[in-house]
């Protein structure tokens, strides 16, 4: 059975190009960038024309901003301990929002453990934050705020550049999760003005367990990990070397074709969107109608369990997510979903589609096809349903 | 030109079989372990496979006693820097020796820069630490014992059956970095009674970036990636799912054929130790004469600098390593030689030749032959070399 995946955002293929670039690595290159022979000279090579294709992806003016991480998740992990750590003497307190990344989260929660403190700003019924309350929220002992690009559960993209004239001005570091960002839409460090940005490899076509920081020329920041003096000695540890061959390569290709993307996902959600109705009743659409990104839908649907649809489609050979995958206790409600007011129930029957370039509208056909029949199957046996 | 090479310590092309489960993966098993649909039950399903090889080759009674890493470099930080936070109720004090790997020696740094406090054990001029100088390192604010497995420079093992009786009896958390260790010899964490232990996959050929902590169930250490529940809640981030399918087929290959592996890195070493006279003179051999690794030799070349011969060999297609790449100002001698007591001139005339499956002993022959001319030149400009 062919999958239909409507579930990008967990997993993609890596492109052939990236594919066929990691095979040539793993073949012909795989040297330690730190040896000071040909073998380790053909390494290094290989790993700074890397670190220039993913710099111009993110328009960082100085490809050594780039550090080359195991995740978006040690990216993250990175950029909030270690500023929190760096600047110990300057302050214990962090800014960030309600709707974060669980690394985000439980990195902050980390932190208080080590008598850090934090403050947790709220956003509107869309995922937004307001950056007046990250204005309110600091402190002359904030060190750091931490606010996503974009939200991995509703796709509400986030004012960065308003907040970051705010934590320009206060001279305090800012750092963006822009994990689900990086490679779908244009990023651009520089304009949004940030001092650190993480991001991950596979969003965009490239191998999973390779990530990226950008740390803005000047920022204090301590290494997460300590030893060699690896990625200009911010981050020790051998090279995953086709990896991160292969996150260049997508790069590239995502430069090259982000337009074209963007066209044709943004297309298979408008039409998700106005075709949904026609085969459900009596649900939500989750995150911001303008700000949010091209290649999600969040939808919540009522008086049904979304975990049981997502094993339903999932026998229909059509692969979707709840994005609670990352989450310990599948029967927590979504936190993003609450703090934008939905009622827990209708956050345990949501969904998120997101699409990839080989996405069609039969897909999304099909995918309602299955969908429809699913709930109401669900919703036959749901105690809170009554047919009207 | 074929290159000859000596320097497999510092990297290892990965085998053509794990090539080839990397290659298949990329095209065929690019899911995420934590989806709960078919594409990610697949991912799973594989990651486990890998968890059971790799607990196999070091003799852990529980899979999941393995928490996959990006490098030995991380497993070591994770190890170190895990231990200390998670126990600084407990005590601020470490035990460690003098010579330790990067990784060990800049955690513990770091570790200072938050008010705990090292002791570290000399070496005799073997490199052998002794236990009875652990037990008397030890405090009853010792929290962590970090002891080696075997140096990466000089190749010696260290008594670490004997140091966990100790740690054990005091009931103090053991670490061993066992990264030049585990898939080259014989480890077993059982026999070995220590309760962390770090590893990488390309000393055994697997793909570089790929690495694991062995944690003995019970041990209290916090996570260095906050997030997901990924590796057991102990280390957050999608899966480098490629990589970890390649240390697994490289674990089973190196249980298959590490018997044969040794014998015929350690005739190479034997042999390359027997015909050394003939070609040089004026040199020293450093590290312990029986408990050192089968496929490393380590000489120290009297009027010479090791950088020099590095590069002059490497202009003949030969690569061998000083052993100070990962170590920051290639003008420091090496912490590791200075310890055993050689001279500063005598450690930065070192070399370090590791050997690999596929080195031959014409290999050897080519080799020594080259490092003559090399060495005759360099001792000809040299103002320290009188011919006699």
Redesign the interface.
């Known amino acids: 059975m062919t ?1 239909i ?1 409507l ?1 990008h955002l ?5 492109l052939p190009e990236v ?1 066929d670039a ?2 040539e690595a ?2 012909n290159n ?3 960038p ?7 000279d053909k ?1 290094a090579e290989a790993l700074g024309i890397a670190r220039e294709s993913v710099a111009r992806l993110i328009n960082s003016p100085l490809p050594k901003e780039i550090v080359f ?6 990216s ?2 990175h950029a909030i301990k270690g500023v929190a ?1 760096a600047k110990a003497e300057k302050g214990n307190h962090i800014v960030t929002s309600n709707i974060e ?3 985000v989260l ?2 902050l ?2 932190l208080k453990m ?1 008598d850090y403190r934090v403050t947790s700003v709220p956003v509107d019924e869309y995922g937004r934050v307001n950056p007046d309350d990250i204005a309110k929220a600091i402190t002359d002992k904030t060190i750091l705020v931490s606010i996503m690009h974009s939200n991995n559960e509703i796709g509400t993209m986030q004012p960065i550049e308003e907040i970051a004239k705010i934590t320009k001005e206060k001279k305090i570091v800012f750092h963006t999760d822009a994990v689900d960002s990086v490679g779908v839409i244009p990023v651009d460090v520089q304009k949004l003005g940030v001092d650190l940005l993480s991001f ?1 490899s ?1 969003t965009f076509y490239g ?5 990226g920081l950008y740390v803005k020329r000047g920022t204090s920041i ?1 290494p ?6 690896q990625e200009n ?1 911010k981050r ?9 061959i292969g996150m260049g390569v997508a790069a590239e290709s995502a430069i090259l074709n982000m337009e074209e993307r963007i066209s044709h996902v943004k297309n298979l959600r408008d039409k998700l969107i106005k075709m949904f109705p026609d085969f459900i009743d009596e649900y939500f659409i989750n995150g911001h109608p303008e700000y949010c990104l091209p290649n999600l839908l969040s939808v919540s649907i009522k008086y049904i369990e979304g ?1 049981s649809v ?2 339903m ?2 026998e229909e ?1 059509i ?4 994005r609670s ?4 206790g599948a029967l927590q409600a979504s936190h993003v979903l609450l703090s934008i007011g939905r009622e827990f129930a209708d956050a345990q029957g949501t969904m998120v589609i997101t699409f990839g370039f080989e996405n069609t509208e039969v897909d999304i056909y099909k995918f309602l096809t299955v969908l429809k029949e699913a709930v109401n199957t669900l919703r036959e046996i749901s105690p809170l349903y009554s047919k009207t």
Do not use: F
Not at 10 to 14: G, K, L, R, T
Not at 69 to 74: F, I, L, N, P, R
Not at 224 to 229: A, C, E, S, Y
Not at 325 to 328: F, G, T
């Open positions: 999958i995946n579930d967990s997993a993609n293929q890596p594919q990691m095979i793993l073949k795989y040297g330690n730190s040896s000071q022979h040909t073998i380790g390494a991480t195991s995740s978006g998740t040690e993250i992990n750590l990344h669980n690394a439980r990195s929660r980390r080590m991950a596979n191998p999973s367990g390779v990530g301590w997460l990990l300590d030893g060699g003096v000695n020790a540890g051998t090279e995953n070397l086709a990896g991160i975990e997502v094993l489609l999932d050979g692969a979707v997510s709840t995958a990352c989450a310990a």
